[in-house]
């Protein structure tokens, strides 16, 4: 016995406090309706040809974050995250044909990667060890942004549709205005959005008073 009854073991063998629950956390940048209906209907092409399940589920956007916590720290969180979003400009994206992770993804370029880089590098410093469960599930954070086409592709799935999409076009733009957190149980399938920050691009003075009022 460990001397404390009240913990449990969940489904992966982590230690369950009752009331902590655990959640898992995407930080995006969201297309318009447009160009994501635009990105669907490659993703249900994909699907179509090669039979990728991730093709269909997963909706289009740019992961800057993911992250696993406990739902007691989303407040914590979500302040933070907004304080940061006050203080960054709208982030223009540009997207122009398709690449790969070899041999598991297939995803569509984005060829504006500096700014979002700069926006990764300020939340990773400002929020990296708030977002940090444990030394097994610490934060990731996407330092080559992209939009995922299909991913855990099959070795015959990943060659086939490289084959194809290596030579197809695609290009696309948006200007993202905001960054939305999106929020699932652990180990479900389904996110929905936890919060939105608008990006402010407030002058730094402005933001850190926000920070310390």
């Not at 009854?5 to 956390?25: A, D, K, M, Q, S």
């Not at 093709?55 to 979500?78: C, D, G, W």
């Not at 926006?119 to 990731?140: A, G, S, W, Y």
Request: some cysteine; proline content about 6%; aromatic content about 12%.
């Amino acid at each position: 016995m460990s001397g404390l009854p009240f913990l449990r073991r969940g489904t992966e063998g982590e230690t369950v406090i009752p009331g902590y629950n655990v959640y898992e956390y995407l930080l995006v940048l969201n297309p318009h309706e447009d160009l994501r209906n635009k990105i669907m209907n490659v993703k249900k092409a994909f699907y179509e040809s090669y039979k990728s399940s991730t093709a269909l589920y997963s909706k289009p956007h740019v992961t800057l974050v993911n992250f696993t916590q406990y739902e007691m720290m989303e407040e914590r969180i979500i302040n933070r995250l907004h304080h940061i979003a006050m203080g960054c400009p709208p982030v223009k994206i540009e997207m122009k044909d398709y690449g790969s992770f070899p041999a598991h993804t297939i995803y569509i370029n984005v060829t504006s990667k500096v700014p979002i880089q700069n926006l990764v590098k300020n939340i990773r410093t400002e929020t990296q060890r708030l977002l940090k469960f444990d030394e097994d599930k610490k934060p990731h954070f996407i330092m080559e942004p992209h939009i995922t086409i299909a991913r855990k592709l099959l070795p015959w799935q990943y060659e086939k549709g490289w084959l194809e999409y290596s030579h197809r076009n695609f290009t696309g733009r948006f200007i993202a205005d905001a960054m939305l957190l999106l929020k699932r149980p652990a180990g479900e399938m389904k996110y929905e959005i936890a919060a939105r920050f608008a990006f402010e691009n407030l002058p730094v003075a402005t933001v850190q008073g926000a920070l310390f009022s």
